[in-house]
């Protein structure tokens, strides 16, 4: 891997053998969040999604974005970004219309997405939360995933970290043909980070026309040949609080926690091969 120095910031680590650009990137300098960059996923599957929130992502000050865990009368909340959004998430909203009574698409209104992008390089820099009963992931989504059952067409959804559990163990994820009955899947299998000086950690996702390769603190952990995206997705950096997708409650190991937590993003950066 060869160094990307970026003024008074921490550096990327990118493959050798290419030249990269810097296309988007967001190093969390300031106070607040730029809303020019990051919306809130509030939905799932066209439904407000109870534990996803608009509170708890915020700046240190130090060039770092804390993305927290809240509580509030016994339940549980975190914040999860994205650049776009998958136009099956939102629901139809009031004075919309109604799809299951009348001939109308797309079901809701569409919105302008503040970054899509296809192939290049994808890094973050983070550390991971330490309480257990939440996860935390960076991935690319295709807004139109499952619009087709070609993928290159419609995409595939991208897991470059998703982290599971307090011991350091990630996996890599891809899932195409949307997520009903044709829902296809691929992964790494799990992989054991090394520890690092600071606790912070570098995952990054080379996406080429011909495959994608994965690489983990410097380190290549996984290739794949396919099937490859040629759509452009949105970036997401999200967490979630385990236990709800199976109903009201929280996961035992959640409401287990007894202190304040945060998944820490000290940057994300997109590269382009020149």
């Given at each position: 891997?060869?160094?990307?120095?970026?003024?008074?910031?921490?550096?990327?680590?990118?493959?050798?053998?290419?030249?990269?650009?810097?296309?988007?990137?967001?190093?969390?300098?300031?106070?607040?969040?730029?809303?020019?960059?990051?919306?809130?996923?509030?939905?799932?599957?066209?439904?407000?999604?109870?534990?996803?929130?608009?509170?708890?992502?915020?700046?240190?000050?130090?060039?770092?974005?804390?993305?927290?865990?809240?509580?509030?009368?016994?339940?549980?909340?975190?914040?999860?970004?994205?650049?776009?959004?998958?136009?099956?998430?939102?629901?139809?909203?009031?004075?919309?219309?109604?799809?299951?009574?009348?001939?109308?698409?797309?079901?809701?209104?569409?919105?302008?997405?503040?970054?899509?992008?296809?192939?290049?390089?994808?890094?973050?820099?983070?550390?991971?939360?330490?309480?257990?009963?939440?996860?935390?992931?960076?991935?690319?989504?295709?807004?139109?995933?499952?619009?087709?059952?070609?993928?290159?067409?419609?995409?595939?959804?991208?897991?470059?970290?998703?982290?599971?559990?307090?011991?350091?163990?990630?996996?890599?994820?891809?899932?195409?043909?949307?997520?009903?009955?044709?829902?296809?899947?691929?992964?790494?299998?799990?992989?054991?980070?090394?520890?690092?000086?600071?606790?912070?950690?570098?995952?990054?996702?080379?996406?080429?026309?011909?495959?994608?390769?994965y690489y983990v603190d410097g380190k290549e952990t996984w290739h794949i040949d396919g099937p490859v995206s040629h759509t452009p997705e949105f970036i997401l950096v999200s967490t979630e609080c385990m236990g709800y997708r199976d109903g009201d409650h929280p996961s035992e190991a959640l409401a287990?926690?007894?202190?304040?937590?945060?998944?820490?993003?000290?940057?994300?950066?997109?590269?382009?091969?020149?």
């Amino acid at each position: 891997m060869i160094d990307f120095k970026l003024d008074n910031h921490e550096n990327s680590l990118l493959p050798e053998g290419y030249s990269w650009k810097l296309v988007w990137h967001d190093e969390f300098d300031g106070t607040e969040l730029d809303r020019s960059k990051w919306d809130f996923r509030l939905h799932l599957m066209q439904k407000r999604h109870k534990t996803f929130t608009d509170e708890g992502a915020v700046l240190d000050g130090n060039s770092n974005l804390l993305l927290k865990l809240i509580k509030k009368d016994g339940q549980f909340y975190s914040p999860h970004l994205q650049t776009g959004e998958n136009f099956m998430d939102r629901p139809v909203e009031k004075g919309d219309g109604d799809y299951s009574k009348q001939l109308s698409w797309p079901i809701a209104k569409l919105n302008e997405p503040k970054f899509l992008h296809r192939y290049g390089y994808y890094e973050i820099r983070c550390k991971f939360q330490q309480q257990p009963g939440w996860w935390s992931a960076f991935w690319l989504q295709s807004p139109i995933i499952g619009c087709c059952l070609d993928p290159g067409i419609a995409g595939v959804e991208l897991d470059i970290m998703e982290n599971f559990t307090r011991d350091g163990v990630i996996s890599h994820n891809h899932h195409w043909n949307g997520y009903g009955v044709q829902h296809e899947w691929v992964g790494s299998g799990n992989i054991q980070t090394e520890e690092t000086e600071d606790g912070y950690h570098r995952f990054g996702l080379h996406w080429r026309p011909d495959g994608y390769t994965y690489y983990v603190d410097g380190k290549e952990t996984w290739h794949i040949d396919g099937p490859v995206s040629h759509t452009p997705e949105f970036i997401l950096v999200s967490t979630e609080c385990m236990g709800y997708r199976d109903g009201d409650h929280p996961s035992e190991a959640l409401a287990a926690v007894t202190e304040d937590d945060a998944f820490v993003v000290d940057y994300v950066r997109v590269f382009d091969e020149v």
